[in-house]
């Protein structure tokens, strides 16, 4: 890609962002999912968890998105991960914008680790807020708010999280939302179309995760489809390569952004 055109896409990537509560966040985020080779990943999980063992091949991949004006990160609590981070902001002498998931493993601990950045929001990660454990996921909610932060859930099952949502009394502590959004509804429990509808109605910002269905979907007709649905605020998108931040992110200017 030209440098004129870097440039441009940087300048782009750098004002689209989203006002949530008191904090600005990027509407293009990089995932992390491929960093802890999760299971949507296939056969490919396997080569993943090889590669990003060390957390310079993380940061490799991180130097990437940057490079394409992507300052934003969704991050699962890794202790490679962050590391990675550290090393990234170093080298560039700025600070990152985290979106943080806990209760991977520890959320009080996650939640204290996640202050030592420029964490913007955290999110209960999606064990956590299926099980609908109203007095936890309260109470963790109002820690992260505590610490300064956006509080948000993540879900596995979209369409049963937002309607059991819309009953409880949680709404008022919730900020944005993450769940699968995608075309060919993999990963979610009901069809795009009917889960757009459910969004609306619940009125929350909401961040779209596997939105490239685990490599099934083309980065155009992925970002193509998110462009259409109004329902969402922000995407995540995992990858693995520098290549792969390449033709995504380039694609995302011109099929998403504009």
């Known amino acids: 890609m030209a440098l004129t055109s870097r440039l441009e896409l940087k300048r782009k990537l750098s004002q689209f962002q ?36 060390q957390p310079e091949n993380i940061a490799e991949v991180m130097r990437a998105a940057i490079d394409f004006g992507v300052l934003g990160v969704q991050v699962l609590p890794a202790p490679k991960v962050f590391e990675a981070i550290r090393i990234v902001e170093s080298e560039i002498g700025g600070k990152l914008t985290l979106i943080g998931t ?7 601990e996650e939640i204290k680790i996640f202050g030592e950045f420029n964490t913007v929001a955290m999110l209960l990660h999606g064990s956590l807020t299926d099980s609908k454990n109203v007095k936890l996921i309260s109470e963790l909610l109002n820690k992260i708010h505590a610490s300064n932060c956006l509080a948000g859930l993540v879900s596995h099952h979209p369409l049963v999280m937002l309607r059991w949502l819309s009953k409880v009394d949680l709404s008022a502590d919730v900020d944005l939302l993450m769940l699968p959004f995608n075309k060919l509804g993999m990963f ?69 952004l504009n």
């Open 18 to 53: 989203i006002q949530i509560g008191k904090a600005r966040i990027p509407r293009i985020l990089l995932g992390t999912s491929p960093f802890l080779a999760a299971g949507q990943f296939g056969k490919r999980a396997i080569a993943y968890y090889q590669k990003f063992q």
């Open 102 to 108: 806990v209760g991977l493993h520890h959320a009080l």
């Open 188 to 256: 979610m429990d009901a069809e795009p179309a009917l889960l757009a509808e459910e969004i609306m109605r619940i009125g929350k910002p909401v961040i779209a995760k596997k939105v490239l269905a685990a490599g099934y979907l083309s980065p155009k007709d992925a970002f193509r489809f998110i462009a259409q649905n109004k329902c969402i605020s922000i995407v995540a998108v995992g990858i693995a390569s520098v290549k792969e931040a390449k033709e995504t992110f380039s694609t995302a200017i011109t099929t998403f």
